[in-house]
């Protein structure tokens, strides 16, 4: 009746509407998930939904989502692992169609399994070391990181600066270990020595930002200029340099990863390296989807009754092998390096 089947004729459906009606009568989704073996439903597991970052993500994520007829269940890990665990059972247990997960832990195993038993994953953002995507048939969205942070911090050399200190996440994480290397091949490529003392490593987030900016910058050799591998480490050393007084980029040169929207628009003076947040949404939806259309497309093709022998055969299609696709990374140098205007030097870094 609900799906308008054409055995029904229209005078009936026109009185079981009216019905509905009056009764204020709402589907069953899970009911009719059970029938159709799908929620229309995906699931994404982000590491800090206050970061601006993330939230930029999502929407890229939900515009694809929506223009599907899906809806998008959004869980925030604060990059702990056990907590990242325990969403993707709660997923899981929810029966969500597909995954996109910004990992928190280096083990690959969890998202492997997930991906066996309940369906399409898309790392995004951070890759994991050791995961073959593409035989696991996992795709991978993100940014290019290495280069970006090599060509940031060369770009502070090129200001005069030569103890550029590093406020860094947990190395753990894809991206805090690619940002850790290109801060190094920067300065080895200046002919600069590399100071372990300078090299800070903690959570991305303010408060660790702070804490690591308050550790270098009350040395004695403190260096003149910071490296933050992400926004919210960028904003914890604002904080602490304000309140010792500090201006920037009169005593300190700062650059970062990502921009604060809004913020960026009212008073354009980070340099920043920014990534693509919206477009890795919306590919790492647009890869998940497709993977849902073929099997969808080969269950009917096959028949439900060979649903879990069709899904394994769906996965072993050369065609849908694990794909990563690495966007490019845009370089927007403004005030905080001691460039002279607040007009972008906009300059994109390729992958």
Excluded at 169 to 186: E, V, W
Excluded at 201 to 229: C, I
Excluded at 280 to 292: D, I, N, P, S, T
Aim: hydrophobic share 40%; proline share 5%; charged share 25%.
């Amino acid at each position: 009746m609900l799906n308008q089947h054409a055995s029904v004729s229209e005078e009936t459906r026109t009185k079981v509407e009216a019905a509905m009606r009056e009764l204020d009568y709402v589907p069953n989704a899970l009911a009719q998930s059970l029938k159709s073996a799908s929620t229309r439903t995906l699931g994404l597991v982000v590491g800090d939904v206050s970061n601006p970052f993330f939230t930029l993500l999502a929407r890229g994520l939900e515009d694809v989502a929506t223009a599907a007829g899906y809806s998008v269940i959004l869980c925030n890990s604060d990059d702990d692992p056990k907590k990242q665990r325990a969403y993707l059972e709660i997923l899981a247990r929810r029966r969500v169609d597909g995954l996109v997960l910004t990992p928190s832990h280096t083990d690959p195993r969890p998202i492997i399994e997930w991906a066996r038993r309940s369906g399409p994953v898309c790392l995004v953002d951070r890759s994991v070391a050791g995961l073959d995507f593409h035989e696991t048939g996992i795709d991978v969205v993100r940014g290019e990181s290495l280069q970006a942070a090599e060509q940031l911090v060369a770009h502070v050399i090129e200001h005069g600066h030569r103890r550029i200190g590093i406020l860094n996440g947990p190395l753990t994480l894809s991206t805090a270990a690619d940002r850790l290397t290109g801060y190094r091949a920067a300065l080895q490529a200046a002919g600069l020595a590399r100071d372990p003392r300078l090299e800070r490593e903690g959570q991305f987030s303010v408060a660790s930002g702070r804490a690591q900016a308050a550790e270098l910058l009350a040395r004695k050799d403190a260096p003149t200029a910071l490296f933050a591998a992400n926004n919210q480490l960028a904003l914890g050393a604002m904080l602490t340099m304000r309140e010792r007084g500090l201006s920037v980029p009169g005593d300190v040169a700062l650059v970062t990863f990502e921009d604060v929207p809004h913020v960026a628009d009212v008073w354009p003076f980070m340099s920043v390296a920014a990534q693509a947040a919206i477009t890795m949404g919306h590919e790492a939806g647009r890869f998940v989807l497709e993977r849902l259309e073929r099997q969808s497309k080969s269950r009917a093709a096959h028949g439900d009754k060979a649903a879990t022998k069709t899904a394994k055969a769906v996965k072993a299609e050369p065609a849908l092998h694990g794909r990563e696709l690495v966007l490019p990374t845009e370089l927007r140098l403004r005030r905080s390096c001691g460039c002279p205007s607040s007009d972008p030097w906009v300059r994109s870094v390729m992958p």
